[in-house]
């Protein structure tokens, strides 16, 4: 089949207007598989220092906050460099509201965990007004065993 001479090029400048749609998409399938592996991993690293809280594996004293330093290897055992990932930044901060040790007044622990998360599609920007996308947060609340 023969082109026409004003045909010629045609494809090139169809695939130049579709290419950047087909990027944005690319980018933003990427960027919410990484913000959901972000929030499962937080959840899993959540759960598992509230089980060892509620166990007794810490015990600084009743009613008392547990330190942050001696809840980071639990969270790097389970999900090693998530703020990283989040963030994608060597500089990352994970923040962990220390709970309380068991056995405490309540009988309960809660533990959470919370980074920000940076995306690098743009429409990840229509949704950071909201809090929802901008942070990646995991709470778990556990009965104290001890």
């Keep these: 089949m023969r082109r026409k001479k004003n045909e010629r090029g045609a494809a090139a400048v ?3 207007i579709i290419l950047p749609v087909l ?4 980018f933003s399938l990427i960027d919410f598989g990484r913000y959901f592996y972000v929030r499962i991993s937080l959840s899993s690293a959540s759960f598992e220092v509230a089980d060892a809280v509620s166990r007794g594996t ?3 004293g009743a009613d008392q906050k547990i330190p942050v330093a001696q809840l980071l290897p639990f969270i790097e055992a389970v ?4 703020a990283g990932f989040a ?4 500089l990352a901060q994970l923040s962990i509201d220390p709970p309380l040790s068991c056995p405490n007044t309540s009988n309960v622990t809660e533990v959470t965990l919370r ?3 940076n995306a690098i599609s743009p429409v990840f920007e229509f949704f950071t007004n909201e809090s929802y996308f ?3 947060i995991a ?6 065993l001890r």
């Design 79 to 82: 999900s090693p460099g998530i």
């Design 14 to 16: 169809e695939f130049a």
């Design 139 to 144: 709470s778990t609340s556990m009965r104290c």
């Design 87 to 90: 963030q994608i930044d060597n």
């Design 134 to 136: 901008s942070e990646a």
């Design 115 to 117: 980074t920000e998360f």
């Design 58 to 60: 810490f015990i600084p």
């Design 23 to 26: 990027l944005v998409i690319l």
